[in-house]
């Protein structure tokens, strides 16, 4: 980012917290009630028709669709969809082309990839939202989902044919669930961390990571208290976890990569891409895969991807593609939060009232973001792609949000209670819908749209197939098309 974009987006941030300062919203909330409910609903549906409907012809040019692998992810659908056990990819995870293929019954492959990827993105502004509210209050809650229509990489998951928008998704609701338990402590609450939890073991073999935070932060809240409700609040959150491992054994294949194997593929594939011999073999001795190795064998597997990380190369900056992504989609946003980090830190439970849920409203953050953070490196330092950044940029906006809701929280000052809220909503939506001219808005001029890939066009198109992979998903596409399976696809950017 040039020196007069940087200089804009600081006194467009400081605008910002200004604003939401002098209206004061953010009265942190304890008991959870219908509006709360409202409001979760609410959020999904703004989130989702915005980043699905609206704002992706601002950072998608060329085609309305992008993917990574096509015909891996075409080929798993269409397996599902034609009964076919033998075309489907055992690298992919069979959970997460229920959504699409169910989809594909009247859409077609690619519309079934693509309406799962809509659907998906209406749960991560739910789980975006709970996960502020929970931490900090029903402001931060909506900061969070406001400020996420920002971050090019999570709007353009919405039009990724691929399965990238319900692992992110499935991530999303596994964090902000477990964040709910620590807050709330309620049955409800810890249920719904184990949903979450079971829903990120399922949809990809690295939603371990996620799993393994959320539950250390819900087993803490759950064990908080000794007494009856201690066993039924655990039971509670492990029975949905253990469900998921017997659910895995009986529905994944065997032979299908686990942790180990896709961790030793990913580094291989970077050593190559970035020009460096390939250290690391794809085939490994020891993996670990969810409902087939026993869970007492993580803590090896974590041993052995941690080895393999160290074998990731640096220098992806020297690739011009890599060095073209940070520079658009990471770099812009390291002030913004930092500054965010800071204040949401320093900023929870500040005040004397406040110094007993202090340690839980921090535990709700700090927790369930550690595995984006972790994430982090890999996505934006070696290979800056935007599927990647979707999985580590899907913590930023609760960083953001939550940052710029402690602002705000000083009660009885601004405005009247109840106008509070609505009013710094519909601030903040001005900044980042662009109505308000700002450096958020999605034509600010620093941003860059990204140039979708053709492969979905060119199937829909009736285009020519190369290889054998190709030739399946085509058959797939031809049979949708005979069978009057088809989906007319979002209008393409202008």
Partial sequence: MNGGGFWTGAWTLLVVVAAVAAVGPARQEERWTWVDGAILAAAALVYGVASTWILPPYHLALWPLTSSDFFQYCECVGALLQDDPAGFVTQRSWFAALLPAWYARSAGVIGGLALAAATSQFVLGAALWLWGRSVHGRFAGVACVLLALTLAPLVVLSRTVTFYPEAVAAYGVCAATAAAAARFRHPVAFAAAGGGITLALLVDVRGLYWALASLGVAGVAAVARPGRTTVANLALLLGPVVGSWWLARAHTDPTSPGLVRQTAKFVRHVQERLGHPPTVDEVVDQDFLWGREPPWEVPEALRLVAGLARS?????????????????????????????????????????????????QLLALVGPLVPFVAAFPQAALVLTHPRYLAVAFAGLPVVLGVGLAVVGSREGQGLPERARLPVAGLLLLGFVSGVLPSWLSPVAGWRIPQTAEQFPREFQQGLGTVGPTEHRCRGYVDADEGAGRRWGGYPPPP
């Fill in 312 to 360: 990731i190369p640096a220098g992806s900056q020297d690739v011009p593609e890599f060095a073209a992504a940070l520079q658009i989609h990471v770099l812009p946003w390291a002030l913004p939060v930092a500054v965010a980090a800071v204040l949401a830190l320093a900023g929870l439970g500040v005040g004397a009232a406040r110094r007993a849920r202090r340690g839980w």
